[in-house]
């Protein structure tokens, strides 16, 4: 056996292609492969799969193969033109690469299995390419599982904003409750947001008024790109999400308080967390500080009380005790907890809608975290297409097509 018909064995080449010649480099650690086809040979028409098509010319062309133990490989080929009865001159695919591509198939199933699990970065730097062509690679194959990608069965979607870069630029996720997995991601955090998502679900074979239950959180933004984009979508307001709007009116009672009640410093967190999270000293300082008669535990028991809201055996019981619970809230003469009860008043279907839905954002905070993760792992990434590419690959449950 030739070390050439090892090789032909080797890269699976099929007639009429096969390994000429190749070149061993040690000091280089390269391996270069010429491959070729022999005079007279035949092809099949890229456009119309005509057979027997005679080559028209040839231009010269290199792609990155998996390596050979330590030596970097590539194949060199003169690609034909071929003449096709029917559609003129067309120039052949090659059973290697991708068109456009300079890498190999295995090549990019290999890379895309490491940058699976690893910042892009890190990826090239390990097979020393430069990692702008390996995002190219990723987003190839990211945009067209997505392409195929099926969202006939969408009913149910949650969604919420994530940071993108740095401070401001924002993207919001959309979320399908019932994959789960990322449907769409869209540039910013308005209403044109969520006609972008109506418009990709319709691309993907789904459509807007199949949607009939959201969960988003309080923003107006939101709210208004569902009524006009989502037409029979029910709202339901994360449960969190309004838990912690009566959260943070706890907080600014306890911060405009301590400014008289010094015993409330560094309690911060005590009044925060829930009852049963609670250290055996916090709960200790807790039980003290319930003693004295501060603001602070008052809006803490408005709070408590506002999650027990949740538990409630039915919407009708739920909604009786919202009822109670806003008259308590609004006389409380803390300023902080009725403007909260008032945002939760203005918000009431959707927040009793819970009891119907049961659905909460818990998923996409989870999505969320992850995406976080390997955004600081990556040190951020170069631009918004990147990021969303990502958060497909982590989140998308899409099925990439990796060449085998
Ligand atoms: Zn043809």
């Known amino acids: 056996m030739r070390d050439t018909d090892l090789l032909q064995l080797a890269l699976g080449l099929t007639p009429p292609w096969e390994v000429v010649a190749s070149r061993f480099d040690v000091a280089a650690r390269r ?31 290199t792609w990155r193969h998996l390596n050979f133990f330590q030596h970097e490989a590539y194949l060199h080929a003169r690609v034909p033109r071929v003449t096709c009865k029917t559609c003129g001159v067309k120039r052949v695919a090659v059973p290697w690469a991708r068109e456009g591509s300079g890498f190999t198939l295995l090549f990019e199933a290999l890379v895309m299995a490491m ?55 924002y993207v919001s996720l959309f979320v399908d409750l019932d994959g789960p997995r990322v449907l769409f991601v869209a540039d910013g955090k308005d209403a044109a ?28 933004a939101f709210i208004k790109g569902t009524a006009a984009h989502l037409p029979n979508a029910g709202i ?7 838990v912690k709007i009566v959260n943070d009116a706890v907080d600014q009672v306890r911060r405009a308080e ?39 535990a008052r809006a803490y028991q408005i709070r408590l009380a506002f999650q027990d809201f949740y538990a409630a055996p039915s919407q009708e019981a739920a ?17 902080p907890i009725a403007d909260a009860a008032r945002t939760i008043k203005r918000h009431w279907d959707g927040v009793l809608r819970w009891f119907d839905s049961k659905i909460a954002n ?30 497909y690959m982590i989140a998308g449950k899409l099925e990439l097509r990796l060449p085998t």
């Open 31 to 61: 391996l270069d492969m010429d491959v070729a086809f022999p005079k007279g040979a035949r092809f099949v028409c890229p456009a119309c799969g005509a057979t027997d098509c005679p080559a028209y010319d040839t231009t010269g062309m």
């Open 319 to 335: 909604e009786a005790f919202l009822k109670k619970w806003y008259f308590w809230a609004t006389h409380s003469r803390l300023t």
């Open 362 to 391: 818990g998923l996409i905070e989870g999505i969320n975290s992850l995406v976080q993760a390997a955004k600081a792992k990556a040190r951020g990434y170069r631009s918004t297409r990147n990021l969303k590419a990502i958060i």
């Open 236 to 242: 339901t307001f994360d449960k969190f999400h309004a």
């Open 115 to 169: 940058m699976a699990v690893m910042p892009v970065a890190a990826a090239a730097r390990l097979v020393r390419e430069h990692d702008t062509r390996l995002w190219r690679i990723l987003h190839h194959y990211v945009e067209e599982a997505r392409r195929r990608a099926d969202h006939s069965s969408v009913i149910r979607v949650a969604f919420d904003e994530t940071a993108a870069r740095r401070g401001h630029d």
């Open 193 to 220: 947001a969520v006609e972008a998502f109506a418009a990709d679900l319709v691309e993907h074979g789904g459509a807007a008024e199949n949607v009939s239950e959201v969960c988003i959180d309080m923003s107006p």
């Open 258 to 296: 301590q400014k008289t009640r010094p015993e409330l410093k560094k309690s911060r967190y005590i009044w925060l967390k829930n009852k049963d999270n609670l250290s055996g000293s916090q709960r200790g300082v807790l039980s003290g500080l319930s003693h004295l008669n501060l603001k602070t």
